[in-house]
């Protein structure tokens, strides 16, 4: 063997103009055969006539093996699909073959759906569709699961997670997600501080989502290296065993097989402000780019010497190496997928400038809630367009995200860039990131690359499409079957497979732990709205379309093809004013805003006809007519911008904490949010065209690593969305609408700030209820009139110990001083386990959030609803004959209230009028408003469908009051 290959360098050689680089490639091809011969034969310099012999070193098989290996692309091998054992295979994991299934598959863009059965093998996805009879010969004892057509998609990919970094519930010993020593850390691992106890796991998994990109906080322009991790834990129990494909050098042994992708996190823009500025930050990136630059060229430079057998040059010279540039160096040679948090157009077109510079790629741009607006920009990358991953609906929490857009991945996706819906887990929580593309679906993104958003794209942008992220033979066993197509509002895996392994059913594992959802509507993909328009006007005002109604029509409107009428009325709440008999459709008339008549198409039309009044025609197409929905709890009309301290009310003294200045002559330092409040910001507006046209706000701004700004929120204000002023008749529905205060143990994340201590919260709580300030003051006044009942007293506790601490004081307090308190718990996460007794004592509880996420001590015990458990706190809650309503914590959320109430619905099986409960008439009754709106309030017309239906799309708001209709 070796003497032939000689032979064969020696006859090449022979012949006359030897291929310099065929020769190179031989030799170190047979390097470990025949490296002293080659490089002897190769020795002649390339400088010209002056041939000389060089002496080979003893290292010179090492130091080309690792001059061929920089030219090395990660990726799997070519036999990759043809495996029949995973390496991620967990002893006694039986095959399963799901039957009947439709299967989304994920190939050809997301179109590709088959008809049939899916074999799971191995840990390996053995077949689709027809699984020939011999392959199922071959396999004794597999579980076989009847799918009944239900949809079969890939396992859910999150891009942007940082589960296992921030965990749940939180704690400032897990805090491990930023560092803090410098902005340049492209050595620093999120594996090294993956926490294998977090409860997000689980929860995750439940919605579906099998794997995510951990990523290092965004707090760094360089953050470090992130990892791709499968969510379920392994037998081993360690970190390193959840990684897909850890990468070579993880643990400084080098591993044999294909080279693989490593990850990396950059930051660009405000986050990086500890650091200096944004030209700091760039400084410091072409900094580091250019020490890695560097490097890399010695490596090239030595290499191409060695390779040209010019080892005397090289002599005393180690292979360069830099230990702390190698990470930068892999991203220069193409090995790295980065994973760049980045906003606005002018970190983008920075980040891009840089790419160029430094010829590298970039995998996916994150949050990135201006990229819709500079495809152009997106283009410009080194070495192609990034993936775009971020939020559906979640904008203008800070600066860089205000001009972000719900059309944003529609309008990406028109100019031909991938789409990536992500959840930034525990921003939001990772076990809904199909509501992101549920979402981006409404918004317009076609249905195959909204499913793609979540699975074949991610995957694709990390480089693991050979195994995860879509179906086909050889990928990884991680399989979802659903209850019904998963862009419905409320999909719900009803089993979840990783690597083979079922996850839900516990224990016992039963095959399929929900049933499907009934009826043919829910396994055809959702009819959506069109948004041409409004997705032109967003791109046409970048970001910033006009908000305010279109028009005002003060005429009258007829409203066709209705399937329903539900109104608001002083006396009885929510009410069915009309609805068609099976499936008929009729009309509405409004006069001067109010309902003039609401029926079958003849009746009504012939009451209000033939004055001659000019009148405006709406078809409704099956829609619907409601009262306007409610929001509780977010600083919505309070701020602008909630990282913007200028936009907002500004800090509010905190009486728990420090004194307040006596000039405010009130020790409590009660305040009141009316005082405050302003008008027109985009978040009230957005969720006035949402349906959303009243809010009780308050001072009491809660954030999720820093908790509540302060403890007294002061007195709440309950408004209309869409007013233009304070002062315009009806813009203020009750000034000081409730008492709002908050308790809670310390914030786990501020460990250095220690809050007042619960016994002290609760202590000075009695004194105030029970003693009492001066009636003089602030205090003194408004909770004499808690005390007395005149005015709710709201309380955001999410721990049930504390909720019965605060019960046990409600009955002394009544006993004491007579009158009955009309407390309200918000929040609320753990309420379910008091049902009964929060009944007795007739409080109120808002949940916000309404699918619980325990992210903190105090928030632990959730009742965490299908398909974990069937039971949720919501339907505990009413079943109990508590004064149940929903909450939000964030002012853009309440622009998602008729989603957050359809899905709540479905997982708690209540019917319409209980839906319309939950956001309109339990929150006037809790808010003590009860009759303040009544027949006057507001009217919301959804074209398409019903409030709480992801095909309907609101086109007008009709006011009884003000006698006009809004044409949105
Ligand atoms: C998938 O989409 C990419 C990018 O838009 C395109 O280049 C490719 O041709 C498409 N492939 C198929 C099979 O449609
Ligand atoms: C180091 O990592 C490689 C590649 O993942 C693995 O094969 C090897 O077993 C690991 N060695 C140790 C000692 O953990
Ligand atoms: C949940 O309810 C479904 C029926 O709706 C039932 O098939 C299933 O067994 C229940 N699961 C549990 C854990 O009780
Ligand atoms: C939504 O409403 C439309 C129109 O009424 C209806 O066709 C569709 O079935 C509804 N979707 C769901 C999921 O209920």
């Given at each position: 063997?070796?003497?032939?290959t000689?032979?064969?360098?020696?006859?090449?050689?022979?012949?006359?103009?030897?291929?310099?680089?065929?020769?190179?490639?031989?030799?170190?091809?047979?390097?470990t055969?025949?490296?002293?011969?080659?490089n002897?034969?190769?020795?002649?310099?390339?400088?010209?006539a002056?041939t000389r012999?060089?002496?080979?070193?003893?290292?010179?098989?090492?130091?080309?093996?690792?001059?061929?290996?920089?030219?090395?692309?990660?990726?799997?091998?070519?036999?990759?699909?043809?495996?029949?054992?995973?390496?991620?295979?967990?002893?006694?994991?039986?095959?399963t073959?799901?039957?009947?299934?439709?299967?989304?598959?994920?190939?050809?863009?997301?179109?590709?759906?088959?008809?049939?059965?899916?074999?799971?093998?191995?840990?390996?996805?053995?077949?689709?569709?027809?699984?020939?009879?011999?392959?199922?010969?071959?396999?004794?004892?597999?579980?076989?699961?009847?799918?009944?057509?239900?949809?079969?998609?890939?396992?859910?990919v999150?891009?942007?997670?940082?589960?296992?970094?921030?965990?749940?519930?939180?704690?400032?010993?897990?805090?491990?997600?930023?560092?803090?020593?410098?902005?340049?850390?492209?050595?620093?691992?999120?594996?090294?501080?993956?926490?294998?106890?977090?409860?997000?796991?689980?929860?995750?998994?439940?919605?579906?989502?099998?794997?995510?990109?951990?990523?290092?906080?965004?707090?760094?322009?360089?953050?470090?290296?992130a990892?791709?991790?499968?969510?379920?834990?392994?037998?081993?129990?360690?970190?390193?065993?959840?990684i897909?494909?850890?990468?070579?050098?993880?643990?400084?042994?080098?591993?044999?097989?294909?080279?693989?992708?490593?990850?990396?996190?950059?930051?660009?823009?405000?986050?990086?402000?500890?650091?200096?500025?944004?030209?700091?930050?760039?400084?410091?990136?072409?900094?580091?780019?250019?020490?890695?630059?560097?490097?890399?060229?010695?490596?090239?430079?030595?290499?191409?010497?060695?390779?040209?057998?010019?080892?005397?040059?090289?002599?005393?010279?180690?292979?360069?190496?830099?230990?702390?540039?190698?990470?930068?160096?892999?991203?220069?040679?193409?090995?790295?997928?980065?994973?760049?948090?980045?906003?606005?157009?002018?970190?983008?077109?920075?980040?891009?400038?840089?790419?160029?510079?430094?010829?590298?790629?970039?995998?996916?741009?994150?949050?990135?809630?201006?990229?819709?607006?500079?495809?152009?920009?997106?283009?410009?990358?080194w070495?192609?367009?990034?993936?775009?991953?971020?939020?559906?609906s979640?904008?203008?929490?800070?600066?860089?995200?205000?001009?972000?857009?719900?059309f944003?991945?529609?309008?990406?996706?028109?100019?031909?860039?991938?789409?990536?819906?992500k959840?930034?887990h525990?921003?939001?929580?990772?076990?809904?990131?199909?509501?992101?593309?549920?979402?981006?679906?409404?918004?317009?993104?076609?249905?195959?690359?909204?499913?793609a958003?979540?699975?074949?794209?991610?995957?694709?942008?990390?480089?693991?499409?050979?195994?995860?992220g879509i179906?086909?033979?050889?990928?990884?066993?991680?399989?979802?079957?659903?209850?019904?197509?998963?862009?419905?509002?409320?999909a719900?895996?009803?089993?979840?497979?990783?690597?083979?392994?079922?996850?839900?059913?516990?224990?016992?594992?039963?095959?399929?732990v929900?049933p499907?959802?009934?009826?043919?509507?829910?396994?055809?993909?959702?009819?959506?709205?069109?948004?041409?328009?409004?997705?032109?006007?967003?791109?046409?005002?970048?970001?910033?379309?006009p908000?305010?109604?279109?028009?005002?029509?003060k005429?009258?409107?007829?409203?066709n093809?209705?399937?329903?009428?539900?109104?608001?009325?002083?006396?009885?709440?929510?009410?069915?004013?009309?609805?068609?008999?099976?499936?008929?459709?009729?009309?509405?008339?409004?006069?001067?805003?109010?309902?003039?008549?609401?029926?079958?198409?003849?009746?009504?039309?012939?009451?209000?006809?033939?004055?001659?009044?000019?009148?405006?025609?709406?078809?409704?197409?099956?829609?619907?007519?409601?009262?306007?929905?409610?929001?509780?709890?977010?600083?919505?009309?309070?701020?602008?911008?909630?990282?913007?301290?200028?936009?907002?009310?500004?800090?509010?003294?905190?009486?728990?904490?420090?004194?307040?200045?006596?000039?405010?002559?009130?020790?409590?330092?009660?305040?009141?949010?009316?005082?405050?409040l302003?008008?027109?910001?985009?978040?009230?507006?957005?969720?006035?065209r949402?349906?959303?046209?009243?809010a009780?706000?308050?001072?009491?701004?809660?954030?999720?690593?820093?908790?509540?700004?302060?403890?007294?929120?002061?007195?709440?204000?309950?408004?209309?969305?869409?007013?233009?002023?304070?002062?315009?008749?009806?813009?203020?529905v009750?000034?000081?609408?409730?008492?709002?205060?908050?308790?809670?143990?310390?914030?786990?994340?501020?460990?250095?700030?220690?809050?007042?201590?619960?016994?002290?919260?609760?202590?000075?709580?009695?004194?105030?209820?029970?003693?009492g300030e001066?009636?003089?003051?602030?205090?003194?006044f408004?909770?004499?009139r808690?005390?007395e009942?005149?005015?709710?007293?709201?309380?955001?506790?999410?721990?049930?110990?504390?909720?019965?601490?605060?019960?046990?004081?409600?009955?002394?307090?009544e006993?004491?001083?007579?009158?009955?308190?009309?407390?309200?718990?918000?929040?609320?996460t753990?309420?379910?386990?008091l049902?009964?007794?929060?009944?007795?004592?007739?409080?109120?509880?808002?949940?916000?959030?309404?699918?619980?996420?325990?992210?903190?001590?105090d928030?632990?015990?959730?009742?965490?609803?299908?398909?974990?458990?069937?039971?949720?706190?919501l339907?505990?809650?009413?079943?109990?004959r508590?004064?149940?309503?929903?909450?939000?914590?964030?002012?853009?959320?309440?622009?998602?209230?008729?989603?957050?109430?359809?899905?709540?619905?479905?997982?708690?099986?209540?019917?319409?009028?209980?839906r319309?409960?939950?956001v309109?008439?339990?929150?006037?009754?809790l808010?003590?408003?009860?009759?303040?709106?009544?027949?006057?309030?507001?009217?919301?017309?959804y074209?398409?469908?019903?409030?709480?239906?992801?095909?309907?799309?609101?086109?007008?708001?009709?006011?009884?009051?003000?006698?006009?209709?809004?044409?949105?």
């Amino acid at each position: 063997m070796e003497s032939r290959t000689k032979a064969r360098v020696n006859v090449l050689l022979t012949s006359r103009a030897p291929q310099r680089p065929f020769l190179l490639a031989l030799c170190v091809v047979v390097a470990t055969l025949t490296i002293y011969a080659c490089n002897i034969f190769l020795t002649s310099s390339s400088r010209g006539a002056n041939t000389r012999i060089h002496r080979v070193p003893r290292n010179a098989q090492r130091i080309l093996q690792q001059c061929a290996a920089l030219k090395a692309i990660p990726g799997p091998q070519a036999d990759f699909y043809l495996r029949e054992l995973s390496d991620r295979f967990e002893e006694g994991t039986k095959p399963t073959l799901i039957k009947n299934a439709h299967v989304w598959t994920g190939a050809r863009n997301g179109t590709e759906t088959v008809v049939g059965d899916v074999l799971l093998s191995g840990g390996v996805v053995k077949g689709i569709g027809y699984i020939p009879k011999r392959l199922l010969d071959d396999i004794t004892d597999f579980i076989t699961v009847e799918a009944d057509g239900a949809w079969v998609t890939p396992g859910l990919v999150d891009l942007h997670s940082h589960v296992g970094m921030l965990s749940a519930p939180g704690m400032s010993g897990t805090f491990d997600v930023n560092s803090r020593h410098g902005p340049i850390l492209p050595w620093l691992r999120s594996i090294d501080g993956f926490n294998t106890h977090d409860d997000a796991f689980e929860l995750a998994i439940a919605g579906g989502v099998t794997s995510a990109q951990v990523l290092p906080g965004s707090g760094n322009a360089i953050g470090g290296q992130a990892f791709m991790m499968k969510l379920r834990k392994t037998s081993e129990r360690s970190p390193t065993s959840m990684i897909i494909e850890p990468p070579h050098n993880l643990n400084g042994s080098e591993a044999d097989g294909p080279l693989r992708w490593r990850h990396m996190k950059q930051a660009c823009g405000e986050n990086l402000r500890r650091y200096g500025n944004r030209m700091d930050a760039l400084w410091s990136f072409r900094q580091a780019y250019n020490e890695a630059r560097k490097v890399k060229r010695e490596q090239d430079d030595f290499c191409s010497q060695a390779q040209a057998g010019l080892w005397d040059d090289l002599s005393g010279q180690d292979f360069p190496e830099s230990f702390q540039w190698e990470m930068l160096v892999d991203v220069l040679r193409g090995r790295v997928k980065i994973a760049n948090h980045c906003y606005e157009a002018v970190d983008l077109d920075d980040i891009v400038r840089l790419t160029n510079e430094f010829k590298f790629p970039i995998a996916s741009f994150h949050h990135a809630q201006e990229a819709w607006l500079v495809p152009e920009v997106l283009k410009r990358t080194w070495g192609g367009t990034p993936a775009i991953a971020i939020f559906a609906s979640n904008h203008r929490y800070k600066r860089e995200s205000y001009r972000g857009s719900n059309f944003a991945p529609r309008v990406l996706a028109d100019n031909d860039i991938s789409v990536v819906m992500k959840s930034d887990h525990p921003v939001l929580n990772s076990r809904y990131l199909m509501y992101e593309a549920q979402q981006a679906h409404y918004y317009g993104l076609p249905p195959h690359l909204a499913l793609a958003s979540v699975t074949y794209t991610p995957s694709r942008a990390a480089g693991m499409l050979h195994r995860i992220g879509i179906l086909a033979e050889g990928t990884d066993a991680d399989v979802v079957l659903w209850d019904s197509h998963p862009l419905h509002l409320g999909a719900t895996p009803r089993q979840v497979w990783i690597d083979g392994i079922p996850q839900l059913g516990g224990s016992s594992k039963p095959t399929l732990v929900l049933p499907e959802k009934p009826g043919h509507t829910w396994k055809e993909i959702p009819h959506v709205p069109t948004w041409d328009e409004e997705r032109e006007e967003a791109v046409k005002y970048e970001g910033l379309p006009p908000l305010a109604p279109k028009k005002l029509f003060k005429g009258k409107v007829v409203l066709n093809n209705v399937k329903e009428v539900w109104i608001r009325t002083g006396e009885e709440g929510i009410k069915e004013r009309w609805a068609g008999k099976n499936g008929e459709t009729g009309t509405v008339v409004l006069v001067n805003g109010g309902i003039f008549c609401a029926g079958a198409d003849g009746w009504c039309l012939s009451g209000s006809k033939n004055d001659g009044e000019s009148h405006l025609e709406i078809d409704l197409h099956g829609g619907s007519v409601g009262p306007g929905l409610m929001t509780f709890g977010s600083p919505l009309g309070i701020e602008e911008i909630a990282g913007e301290l200028s936009t907002g009310d500004g800090l509010l003294y905190d009486a728990y904490r420090g004194d307040i200045p006596s000039i405010v002559g009130d020790v409590g330092g009660v305040v009141r949010a009316v005082d405050a409040l302003q008008f027109g910001t985009r978040n009230a507006l957005v969720a006035h065209r949402a349906g959303v046209t009243y809010a009780t706000s308050s001072l009491l701004k809660s954030t999720l690593f820093a908790g509540p700004s302060s403890f007294i929120g002061g007195l709440a204000t309950t408004f209309r969305t869409g007013a233009n002023h304070a002062l315009e008749a009806g813009a203020i529905v009750k000034p000081a609408t409730a008492l709002h205060l908050s308790m809670g143990r310390t914030e786990p994340y501020i460990a250095t700030v220690p809050i007042v201590s619960v016994s002290t919260q609760i202590a000075i709580l009695r004194r105030l209820l029970l003693e009492g300030e001066d009636e003089n003051t602030e205090t003194g006044f408004w909770f004499k009139r808690a005390v007395e009942g005149s005015i709710p007293l709201i309380i955001d506790v999410g721990n049930a110990d504390i909720m019965a601490s605060l019960l046990r004081l409600k009955a002394d307090i009544e006993d004491q001083r007579g009158g009955q308190i009309k407390m309200v718990f918000s929040g609320a996460t753990e309420a379910h386990l008091l049902a009964k007794e929060i009944a007795q004592a007739k409080v109120g509880v808002i949940l916000s959030p309404v699918r619980p996420f325990p992210d903190r001590w105090d928030n632990r015990r959730i009742l965490a609803g299908p398909p974990i458990v069937n039971e949720t706190a919501l339907g505990t809650l009413l079943k109990n004959r508590v004064i149940v309503a929903l909450g939000v914590q964030d002012a853009w959320e309440a622009g998602n209230t008729r989603f957050e109430a359809g899905w709540a619905a479905l997982d708690s099986h209540i019917d319409q009028r209980q839906r319309y409960d939950l956001v309109t008439s339990n929150l006037e009754k809790l808010m003590g408003i009860e009759g303040w709106i009544g027949d006057e309030g507001e009217l919301v017309v959804y074209q398409g469908g019903d409030a709480f239906n992801m095909s309907s799309k609101i086109v007008a708001v009709a006011s009884p009051k003000r006698g006009v209709v809004e044409l949105l």
